[in-house]
């Protein structure tokens, strides 16, 4: 048996918010390219295109990210699908965002396919954007700002070990909000989740501090047990 | 200048989980469908459908859901897109899945259209479901049982004017754990959105219990200020 649907259809795309954070210059960043085609040729846009029939969005998401930006093995988590009528002057465009939680030293960026240049900007100085990108980016930040309190995310912005300075710092940038760093190191010491390394980090004028990493296994342990992470 | 884009193209439907909190029978409930035409014709399936050309996803959520179930003026959410490539027979369809809270009392449903019975079903005694319909519900459930713990949600599922009694219980539904009922108390009374109504409760055997609201605005005014809320 077969089932006609013969009404016109929307085409739906994907886009990827991809935050890094930038602890030399406090900054949390995200990563945009520059188009090379209509519309909005030159402009800068989220890296992102057309989902294809035989393909999740999930896999249209990382597939549009490592082309246009070289970008791969990221935290990758959808946001929000974005619908309103008149987002797209090609015509109806639904759009899947994702929002990608990258280290910034991992990744060498590169421009591809529909892109003619990538770059990090910080989220206080970014460029004028295509599209609705403008309101998709304010909806992951908010959903960055909401999960980072409750869900162990952060981690995946650092460096696989890092000083408690770091994670503070973390902490405040992506809230905007200074924290108590007496406060802070009591609560966050008392998650067992959070292994002192033995290391301390090279290279620095000041005394050198502890090296820590996330132990993701005994936090989802934890987790399964009731704790409730939050900051 | 026009912009021509001729790849094939997915449909794109809409489908909402809807909540009620049956008080009575201390049960989390979700309206549900069941189908009149193919594919699974006489199965229940949640009340969705295509998301027309001239429309936004809420918008139709809001539309399909009125007219097959004759719900209207309900807390809508989205949830989340679905994509599998094989997620329904008729083709790639793409489902944005919404969840809304309905205060049961409100809503006298009636099937329509596409749905030739409308019921509610427990969520501990869910039947066969149409399409990825329990994963979509899965999601939601998980959804609600995550946001009811840091945003103020449940009073959504209430009656406008509630006992700390049936608060107490609607979280305990949602969350399937018991909650110690003097810290339950002190925590939710330190909440100043919470209003006592000088009311009680009519027609009960027992003691009558104060009667409660709660003060949207007052709680937007607290949040603005960095009140996290927490259960």
């Keep these: 048996m077969s089932y006609t649907y013969d009404y016109p259809r929307p085409s739906v795309a994907v886009d990827c918010v991809v935050f890094g954070l930038d602890l030399d210059e406090d900054d949390l960043e995200i990563l945009l390219i520059q188009r090379l085609k209509d519309p909005f040729a030159h402009g800068w846009a989220l890296p992102g295109g057309f989902m294809q029939m035989d393909e999740t969005a999930d896999t249209a998401a990382r597939r549009e990210l490592e082309e246009e930006t070289g970008v791969t093995d990221v935290y990758l988590e959808q946001l929000y699908t974005f619908s309103d009528v008149a987002r ?24 591809a396919t529909d892109a003619e240049n990538v770059a990090w900007y910080s989220i206080r100085k970014l460029p004028r954007l295509a599209f609705d990108h403008k309101a998709i980016i304010d909806t992951a930040i908010e959903r960055l700002r909401g999960k980072v309190r409750y869900a162990p995310l952060g981690f995946e912005l650092l460096p696989p070990k890092f000083t408690l300075s770091q994670l503070q710092r973390l902490y405040e940038i992506v809230l905007e909000q200074q924290l108590d760093k007496r406060n802070f190191r009591k609560k966050i010491l008392s998650m067992e989740f959070l292994v002192d390394t033995g290391e301390h980090e090279q290279g620095v004028a000041h005394r050198a501090a502890r090296l820590y990493r996330f132990d993701r296994r005994k936090y989802l342990k934890l987790a399964k047990q009731g704790f409730n992470f939050g900051i």
């Excluded at 797209?88 to 421009?111: C, E, M, N, T």
């Design 88 to 111: 797209d002057p090609r015509g109806r465009v639904v759009s899947i965002a994702y929002y990608a939680l990258a280290k910034l030293s991992d990744h060498r960026i590169r421009a």
